[in-house]
């Protein structure tokens, strides 16, 4: 069965603390690997898409990368507005549904 | 990107009642999806919804209870149907990004408390 799991669940750092997030899946023939950024009452934003293992995309102060069972979302001095939730989610097949992973509560202190 | 909008964003309903929500997106686009968001939880999907067919359903949920409508390649309902308040969720409707392109985009959600 298809899974997705992140740790930590909860994560508290002082502004410019950097830390990363990890998204751990299994499936068989993974398409795609998508991170997203969720704030309280909003929908998901798109952040990431990763395709292949060694694959690495940066955006700001978030880099996100990907092996072959894993991927890691690295937040380098991260700000008060980078506080929210993160997640991320595999594709199986083009045009088939995302499984999402529960997801990482992110705070960032002042 | 896809720009994705959702009526009404937030309402509070007694149970045995009925939400229908909306989904409008800014380009023309195959399937649509919809997901709910219980409270403190992640993403889990509906439903797929292709115009001119009927919706696919995933594990767990039924059309009577979800019923869908895709009358355009731009629009797209879901209707809660005699909600009862495990009912309270945030309604996401999603698309992906341009023909090719296989990244999902999310409206803003719908709140939807029951009573």
């Known amino acids: 069965e298809d899974q997705v799991t992140q740790s930590p669940e909860a994560l508290r750092l002082q502004e410019g603390e950097s830390s990363s997030l990890n998204c751990s899946y299994t499936v068989s023939g993974l398409r795609g690997l998508f991170w997203y950024r969720q704030d309280p009452g909003k929908g998901p934003e798109f952040l990431f898409t990763?395709?292949?293992a060694g694959e690495e995309k940066e955006k700001e102060r978030l880099k996100a990368t990907l092996t072959k069972k894993e991927s890691f979302l690295h937040i380098t001095a991260p700000k008060p507005e980078d506080s929210a939730t993160y997640l991320c989610a595999v594709a199986k097949n083009y045009g088939q549904n995302f499984v999402f992973g529960p997801g990482t509560r992110l705070s960032v202190l002042p | 990107s896809a720009v994705i909008s959702q009526k009404p964003s937030r309402d509070i309903c007694q149970r045995g009642t009925s939400l229908t929500i909306q989904c409008q997106v800014d380009?023309?686009?195959?399937?649509m999806f919809w997901y709910r968001q219980q409270p403190g939880q992640s993403l889990t999907l509906i439903a797929t919804a292709n115009q001119g067919s009927e919706a696919t359903y995933e594990s767990g949920f039924v059309i009577d209870k979800f019923p869908i409508s895709r009358p355009n390649l731009t629009f797209s309902t879901l209707t809660v149907s005699n909600m009862s308040p495990e009912d309270s969720s945030i309604y996401l409707c999603?698309?992906?990004?341009?023909?090719?392109?296989?990244?999902?985009?999310f409206g803003p959600g719908t709140r939807l408390l029951v009573l």
């Open positions: 999603s698309v992906f990004g341009s023909a090719g392109q296989e990244t999902q985009y």
């Open positions: 990763l395709y292949s």
């Open positions: 380009s023309q686009v195959t399937m």
